[in-house]
Structures are given as C-alpha cells and as structure tokens.
C-alpha cells in the first residue's frame, strides 16, 4: 500500500478576518505538527509551504484553491467545464503575472470559491508525487 501527494494541489489561499488571530493560531498548529519554522510574512499576509493567508473584511470569498495542471490546454478544458456545469467566471484563461509561465484560469464555484486550475509553464519537477508508504 502506498499513497502519493502533492499531485492534486497547488495552493490554498485563506481570507480570514483577523490577521494576528490567525497567525497566533496556525503558528501553533504549524509548532503542534513539529514544524514551527515553516511561516513566513509578508506585507499584510502570511504562509506556510504552499498555504497563504490575508486579511479581508470585504472578501468575495473565503476560500482560493489552486489545483495543478500539465499544460494550458488543461487549463482551458477546466475553465470550459467549470463554466458549463454551473460556475461563474472569475478570470479565463490566460498568462498571469506572477512568475514567467504562469497560466491560469479562475471560476467561482456554485458557494462562491475562488478555483483556480494553473500550469507554471515547462518547469522540471524533481518527483511526480511524495510517496507515502507505510514502515
């Protein structure tokens, strides 16, 4: 038996109403975890590996989820079925400016997540997945 991560995944994005709060509250889980280095700041957010977080009181929503794709055809296909079985569009597809590459598309879905399907361009990933397999 074995279980493989970090495939589905991209990133998570938090809204969260307080900051501090918030940040108080995951350092401890991140610390509970044995992993009490893993936050780092920024202006007005915060994260831990690929889970972020800031501060909104007036946020469309609560949630931002990021999921891999291989290629930019996937992306469109996303962006096309999301929008098809009831999602509102947030942003299609299309290059973003966040690093070289990025290309991304956004759709809401029926409770107002932020979804977002994106291929960082032709970079090489070290391991398809983290394998997990019992001692």
Known sequence: M???RG???DHVHL???????SKRFYLAVFTALGLPD???EGPGFF????????EADDYLTRIHLAFQASDPEI???FYSAAISAGG????????RSYHPGYFAAFVLDPDGNNIEVVYH???ERTAASVVIKPK
Do not use: M, T, W
């Not at 509102?88 to 290059?95: A, D, V």
């Open 2 to 4: 074995e279980f493989h």
């Open 7 to 9: 495939r589905l995944i």
């Open 15 to 21: 809204r969260v109403s307080n900051l501090e709060a």
């Open 38 to 40: 893993v936050l780092h």
């Open 47 to 54: 994260y831990a590996d690929e889970l972020f977080f800031n």
């Open 75 to 77: 992306v469109k296909a």
């Open 88 to 95: 509102r569009e947030n942003g299609p597809p299309g290059e």
């Open 121 to 123: 361009g032709s970079f």
